[in-house]
């Protein structure tokens, strides 16, 4: 068996390279912290953070999506012994093309401004 080695990858024809149709990497990616003034510590595809209120978020994408069905996951955290959920809310506002809302909260479903906020987003580019 052959191993090939690379520091970096790209697609003869612009966009994220494949492997067997897949996309290799995320669309878009982004770890910021969401407490006082929000701050992106680094990302990719990603161009701003919207502070919708307590535990809110918008994050904005540099780079289209292809549409509005693509998988996105996340996690927060206040220390590194305290995690919390990262939800979508759908019903109030569903993911578009050009950037998608989450929710940070409690296991009982309160919202809370998180110290560590990390999404991740997987899909095709316009």
Do not use: H
């Not at 770890?31 to 209120?53: H, K, L, M």
């Not at 978020?57 to 990262?86: D, E, I």
């Amino acid at each position: 068996m052959s191993t090939v080695k690379a520091n970096d990858l790209q697609n003869a024809s612009g966009g994220i390279p494949t492997v067997k149709g897949q996309r290799l990497i995320p669309t878009a990616w982004v770890n910021f912290n969401g407490q006082n003034t929000i701050a992106i510590r680094d990302s990719e595809n990603v161009s701003s953070i919207t502070d919708n209120g307590a535990g809110q978020y918008t994050v904005n994408f540099t780079t289209a999506m292809a549409n509005a069905n693509y998988l996105s996951q996340g996690m927060a955290g206040q220390t590194t012994t305290s995690m919390r959920n990262v939800a979508q809310p759908f019903d109030a506002s569903p993911p578009t093309t050009t950037s998608c809302r989450y929710n940070v909260t409690y296991a009982n479903s309160s919202v809370v401004d998180a110290l560590v906020v990390c999404i991740s987003i997987l899909g095709g580019q316009a």
